[in-house]
């Protein structure tokens, strides 16, 4: 507040301000009573789970805890290009020690041979004669180390255990990218034959935008029809675009599998009319063809609804306006109406879109090996092979993709744009 | 110059959506060049869709619509280059008040240079200029208004028509809307054709009036006669008011004729009624009876007041008379003014002229 304002007072004396924060904090109270179980809510079912899952996909601590001396003698490691002084070695050797007396030590060596190949045999030497009681504490571990594998004297081998120190790491992010660290900690690819994650990423975004364009294409239409149509028609077109909205996911992707399969109705269909021969009936499903096919279908009617909505609310008065004024009636759509639809546009297609990106039933069901997405991958991880560090981290960057994606749509169109309804 | 009076022809149009009801019924109208004639009527008496097959978003369903000797019943709306003024101003929302002005322009290929100096035009004959980059949502409701005439105008269409363009403004803006509207037409000669159901509307803008009733042209004359010589009971009851008998003919001759009420007798102008013995409707305008008449007049009774309403002008004052209590009567608010008191008796008289004897209602 300037200084030169004067302050206004009640009748009573109080400030006018005092005054108002006072007669409003009763109904401040009462809405945030209101809302406070959404907000517990979400805090319960959204933020903490995410966070939950940001923790999980970066967390390294296994590691750390198992070798808290050797970590701590490791900061005192300067020259890297030579093997680490002998306290590094006796730290290590008795975290070992403590290990191997828990039955621990085995999780470790699997950890370390993912960081670098060769660690599980080592280790493995190190721990037999820990048992045997080989190792004389008195002497100079680091030459009794050195002695049980030539890959003890290798730095890097050390390095890799130096590596593993943070508690934290973003190599789930990188496997999801199709990248690792590197022996000297590099960032590099992997060969070129084993980036599979990079072509899901692709394929994904490639099949929500080609998705998001056909139910824009097919859409737009129908929404028009709807905004336009008499009562009685539009209301039975609504049902129309609704019903399948109303069934069951599973029932609807399964009926395209009817449809599309070889002995499909659809193939018997080109086979009857004679486009396609009886042996040579070609695959719609289980490749892209089926998860296009299926997903906008099923996306469908989030396009319509947004789009139906805008449509709604432009008076047929402006089109007739641009025809009076001289427009033809291309002109007059292109010039008015559909300018106006932009809304509707933008919330359809980031609807779509984002649906699509995460899509996984249908693709699942439908889409084969050249079908599938992200999600699927994201799934198998969660259900097969249960890195769920890895499902996380992957999981968080398809949200953060779609954060991405709101974000350029907020610059490009505004956000304020959006219109649902 | 000579003006083509036939210059907008209406030739036997018929109009029906559902193929059982007609919504215009053999309409026959002539607009003459230049001219601002106004459709006059309750809703849903046609006058809207005879404006909307004027335009081209209706196709008559029987007849032809003829524009300056042209049957233009298949030519699209885009081709005839008729500007419009819709009811709700059908602003574009997503353009500036240049771009909606632009637009008619633009879409004719018209250079930009001469674009941008019709705009001005049109925009100072609004008087609305410095709007230019406004957005239709930034100004208010008068000023939309004015830029839908702009707009409608800019191109120079042959004929303009204006389908209610005043019916969402407050009454002291749309009174200043009318004169406005008024004197563009006079300063820039297009035709106007005007759709309203507010009857001061039509009498102030119009040099000729259409009164729409059931899909019929009722009555076409210029306000004045309208008003004072309506030629049917429905014209009489819309335009201004109204005091009505319902009688029967005893006693007819040229200019008089002489109808029995219930219980009494008055002279009335016969109009649309020709032998003894027909039902007929007396109108006779409120204004026109006096009170305490002092010079002879052919028609005087007694009446007793039931009600005296202040107008700021005028005074209404509603008397039983014949028969009848909605007997209205309008006193102006001069300084010699009558006391006038409820229950009170006056006599009232009016001459036999004024009282039109007309189709029964």
């Known amino acids: 507040m300037s200084s030169e304002t004067k302050q206004i007072l009640t009748t009573d004396g109080i400030p006018l301000e005092v005054s108002l924060k006072k007669a409003e904090k009763k109904n401040k109270i009462k809405a945030f009573l209101l809302v406070a179980p959404l907000l517990l809510f979400l805090v319960i079912t959204y933020i903490f789970p995410i966070g939950d899952m940001f923790m999980r996909s970066v967390d390294d601590k296994m590691i750390t805890n198992m070798l808290p001396k050797t970590f701590k003698a490791m900061e005192k490691w300067e020259n890297l290009e030579e093997l680490p002084p002998e306290e590094v070695y006796r730290s290590f050797y008795e975290d070992y020690k403590l290990l191997a007396e828990n039955q621990q030590h085995g999780k470790l060596g699997q950890r370390l041979n993912k960081e670098k190949n060769g660690f599980n045999t080592i280790t493995k030497k190190l721990f037999r004669q820990i048992k045997r009681k080989k190792i004389d504490e008195s002497v100079s571990i680091k030459e009794q180390i050195n002695k049980l594998h030539k890959r003890w004297r290798n730095v890097e081998y050390w390095l890799a255990i130096k590596r593993t120190a943070p508690p934290y790491t973003v190599a789930k992010y990188l496997k999801g990218m199709d990248m690792y660290f590197d022996s000297d900690g590099s960032i590099t690819q992997v060969e070129e034959d084993r980036r599979i994650h990079r072509i899901l990423w692709l394929r994904t975004l490639e099949i929500a935008f080609f998705v998001t364009l056909f139910s824009f294409f097919m859409g737009y239409p129908i929404a028009h029809l709807l905004a336009t149509l008499p009562m009685k028609y539009s209301n039975l077109l609504m049902i129309c675009v609704l019903l399948p909205f109303w069934t069951s996911l599973l029932v609807r992707t399964a009926s395209w599998m009817i449809l599309l399969q070889q002995q499909g109705l659809v193939n018997d269909f080109f086979v009857m009319i004679g486009l396609v021969g009886d042996d040579n009936r070609p695959e719609m499903m289980y490749n892209k063809v089926g998860t296009y096919v299926a997903m906008t279908q099923i996306l469908l009617p989030f396009m319509v609804l947004p789009l139906y909505s805008v449509m709604k609310t432009i008076s047929p008065s402006l089109m007739r306006a641009g025809k009076s004024l001289g427009g033809t009636p291309f002109v007059a759509f292109w010039k008015v109406y559909f300018p106006l639809t932009i809304p509707g546009i933008g919330a359809g297609c980031l609807l779509v879109f984002i649906l699509a990106i995460g899509y996984y039933i249908t693709p699942a069901l439908v889409g084969g090996a050249s079908g599938t997405l992200i999600s699927n991958q994201i799934a198998f991880h969660m259900k097969t092979t249960l890195d769920w560090s890895f499902a996380s981290a992957m999981g968080l960057m398809l949200l953060t993709g779609v954060l991405v994606i709101y974000w350029i749509y907020n610059k490009l169109v505004g956000v304020d744009n959006i219109k649902l309804g | ?361």
């Open chain 2, 1 to 361: 110059m000579s003006k083509n009076p036939e210059f907008v022809k209406f030739d036997k149009v018929d109009k029906s959506y559902d193929g059982k009801v007609l919504v215009v019924k053999d309409l026959q109208l002539d607009i003459a060049e230049g001219e601002f004639i106004t459709m006059l009527g309750p809703s849903g008496s046609g006058k809207t869709t005879c404006l909307m097959m004027l335009a081209g978003f209706e196709t008559p369903t029987h007849g032809e619509i003829l524009l300056d000797g042209n049957i233009i019943s298949n030519i699209p709306p885009h081709k005839r280059g008729i500007g419009m003024v819709f009811q709700n101003y059908a602003l574009f929302p997503h353009m500036t008040v240049y771009e909606n002005l632009a637009f008619p322009l633009r879409v004719r290929k018209v250079e930009k240079d001469e674009i941008d100096k019709k705009v001005d035009k049109a925009l100072s004959m609004v008087s609305l200029n410095g709007f230019e980059t406004r957005m239709p949502a930034q100004l208010s409701g008068g000023q939309q208004q004015r830029v839908a005439v702009a707009r409608a105008l800019v191109f120079d269409p042959a004929v303009v028509l204006m389908d209610e363009p005043l019916g969402a403004l407050d009454k002291n803006l749309r009174e200043s809307m009318q004169y406005e509207i008024k004197h563009i037409h006079e300063s820039i000669g297009v035709t106007v054709v005007y759709v309203t159901h507010d009857q001061s509307e039509a009498l102030t803008m119009s040099n000729r009036i259409a009164v729409f009733n059931d899909g019929k042209v009722q009555q076409l004359s210029n306000p004045a006669e309208l008003y004072e010589k309506p030629v049917n009971s429905f014209v009489a009851e819309f335009i201004g008011e109204n005091n009505t008998f319902n009688g029967e003919i005893v006693d007819i001759d040229k200019d008089k004729c002489k109808v029995k009420l219930a219980n009494s007798e008055i002279l009335a102008n016969p109009i649309s009624v020709k032998s003894k013995g027909e039902k007929t409707t007396v109108s006779l305008r409120p204004e026109r009876a006096l009170i305490n008449p002092t010079d002879k007049m052919d028609n005087m009774f007694t009446g007793k007041i039931e009600e005296v309403i202040y107008h700021g002008d005028h005074t209404r004052v509603r008397l039983n008379l014949l028969g009848s209590s909605e007997f209205i009567l309008k006193v102006p608010n001069s300084t010699s003014n009558l006391e006038l008191n409820v229950s009170q008796d006056i006599n009232i008289g009016w001459n036999s002229v004024d009282a039109r004897a007309l189709d029964p209602k």
